[in-house]
């Protein structure tokens, strides 16, 4: 079994041994590539079979349906491959090898992996090393967030919205702001320390609105500044949209499907709706963060979609752009979430 450093991933900085196993050489090849993020954050992407391997590698490649994150002094090792899960053992020897404390498995593949129950898919206990602590800090750029590594596929991070956390705090000083799904609440939390003025989250689960109250916390945030609210975000913004509210961003990004109260919510079916009563909302000048995971739909998709329904709500537009998701996430072709962002004119 793989050596634990007394520094938590140190031998990421530091030169690979000649001698060191094969994926141990290439797991540091990869983390070397991400290394200029090292200094901003714990909370990365080590290794995305997409992105750092070629196209047609072998189908017997141990890592070619691996995906890795970093999340503290914690790894996390995303399986979308039989042959990766098969290899998990050795691939989690590797990160220990690399500095990780423990590693945790999400078993994403299907095929003959779905006969799995859900602790098989995500269990408790770490795959090698040391048990994390329930709650595991991680640094974003000065943000605290607190992250759940044996608390099933979700770890309560979303790494590819990095950039899109990091835009709404530099751009969001003295705004309303509105965080729809705001599941652990780490765009609210980027929100408050960006200045903004008011902040709502809403999600429907009590458990994420503890989990966002724990995130406020974290970064000693005043809660008088936030509005944490169990709600159904496609009801609140029907309510919204007939009290006229107003608000200068609104993130939208919600699940790919959830159910609440027996009632089914699809992406592919709702988001449209709800992008119509979102652009409603803003106030003149305001800006929507438009964000979708569905494979299906492409971000020229997302991207039409979010203009056909501006031109219908007729509010004039003054820019809308698809952005791109950190370099650590992107990998070849078109990723399964997607981004737009729209700003109205004044």
Same mark, same amino acid.
């Given at each position: 079994?793989?050596?634990?450093?007394?520094?938590?991933? =140190?031998?990421?900085? !530091?030169?690979?041994?000649?001698?060191?196993?094969?994926?141990?050489?290439?797991?540091?090849?990869?983390?070397?590539?991400?290394?200029?993020?090292? *200094?901003?954050?714990?909370?990365?992407?080590?290794?995305?079979?997409?992105?750092?391997?070629?196209?047609?590698?072998?189908?017997?490649?141990? %890592?070619?349906?691996?995906?890795?994150?970093?999340?503290?002094?914690?790894?996390?090792?995303?399986? &979308?491959?039989?042959? +990766?899960? =098969?290899?998990?053992?050795?691939?989690?020897?590797?990160?220990?090898?690399?500095?990780?404390?423990?590693?945790?498995?999400?078993?994403? *593949?299907?095929? $003959?992996?779905?006969?799995?129950?859900?602790?098989?898919?995500?269990?408790?206990?770490?795959?090698?090393?040391?048990?994390?602590?329930?709650?595991?800090?991680?640094?974003?750029?000065?943000?605290?967030?607190?992250?759940?590594?044996?608390?099933?596929?979700?770890?309560?991070?979303?790494?590819?919205?990095?950039?899109?956390?990091?835009?709404?705090? $530099? !751009?969001?000083?003295?705004?309303?702001?509105?965080?729809?799904?705001? &599941?652990?609440?780490?765009?609210?939390?980027?929100?408050?320390?960006?200045? @903004?003025?008011?902040?709502?989250?809403?999600?429907?689960?009590? @458990?994420?609105?503890?989990?966002?109250? #724990?995130?406020?916390?974290?970064? =000693?945030?005043?809660?008088?500044?936030?509005?944490?609210?169990? $709600?159904?975000?496609?009801?609140?913004?029907?309510?919204?949209?007939?009290?006229? #509210?107003?608000?200068?961003?609104?993130?939208?990004?919600?699940? /790919?499907?959830?159910?609440?109260?027996?009632?089914?919510?699809?992406?592919?079916?709702? &988001?449209?709706?709800?992008?119509? /009563?979102?652009?409603?909302?803003?106030?003149?000048?305001?800006?929507?963060?438009?964000?979708?995971?569905?494979?299906?739909? /492409?971000?020229? #998709?997302?991207? !039409? %979609?979010?203009?056909?329904? /501006?031109?219908?709500?007729?509010?004039?537009?003054?820019?809308?752009?698809? %952005?791109? @998701?950190?370099?650590?996430?992107?990998?070849?072709? =078109?990723?399964? +979430?997607?981004?737009?962002?729209?700003?109205?004119?004044?």
């Amino acid at each position: 079994m793989g050596r634990v450093s007394e520094v938590a991933f =140190e031998p990421l900085v !530091e030169p690979v041994a000649n001698d060191a196993p094969t994926l141990v050489k290439r797991l540091h090849a990869a983390a070397q590539r991400r290394r200029s993020l090292f *200094a901003s954050t714990d909370a990365v992407r080590l290794f995305d079979a997409n992105l750092d391997l070629q196209v047609g590698s072998g189908e017997h490649e141990p %890592l070619g349906g691996a995906v890795i994150e970093r999340l503290g002094d914690y790894a996390v090792l995303n399986t &979308y491959a039989a042959r +990766t899960f =098969e290899a998990r053992v050795a691939i989690a020897d590797a990160l220990l090898t690399l500095g990780a404390r423990g590693v945790y498995l999400k078993v994403r *593949a299907r095929a $003959d992996l779905r006969r799995l129950n859900r602790d098989e898919l995500a269990p408790k206990l770490p795959l090698s090393g040391s048990a994390a602590p329930d709650d595991v800090t991680v640094k974003e750029s000065g943000m605290r967030l607190g992250v759940r590594l044996a608390d099933g596929l979700s770890t309560g991070l979303f790494l590819d919205q990095r950039d899109n956390r990091q835009r709404v705090r $530099d !751009e969001c000083r003295g705004a309303r702001v509105a965080n729809l799904f705001c &599941y652990t609440g780490s765009f609210s939390v980027a929100a408050g320390l960006g200045g @903004a003025e008011r902040v709502t989250s809403v999600d429907v689960s009590p @458990a994420v609105l503890q989990r966002v109250d #724990d995130n406020l916390r974290l970064n =000693e945030l005043p809660r008088s500044q936030h509005r944490l609210l169990k $709600d159904d975000a496609r009801r609140w913004l029907q309510r919204a949209v007939r009290r006229a #509210d107003q608000f200068d961003w609104i993130v939208l990004d919600p699940p /790919s499907f959830a159910s609440v109260k027996g009632q089914a919510f699809s992406v592919y079916q709702d &988001y449209g709706r709800m992008v119509d /009563s979102c652009v409603r909302l803003l106030a003149p000048g305001g800006r929507l963060l438009a964000v979708l995971n569905h494979r299906k739909t /492409s971000a020229r #998709d997302l991207l !039409e %979609l979010v203009r056909d329904v /501006s031109a219908a709500a007729r509010r004039s537009v003054r820019e809308l752009c698809a %952005l791109a @998701a950190p370099v650590d996430c992107i990998g070849e072709g =078109e990723a399964a +979430t997607k981004s737009v962002l729209l700003t109205l004119a004044d």
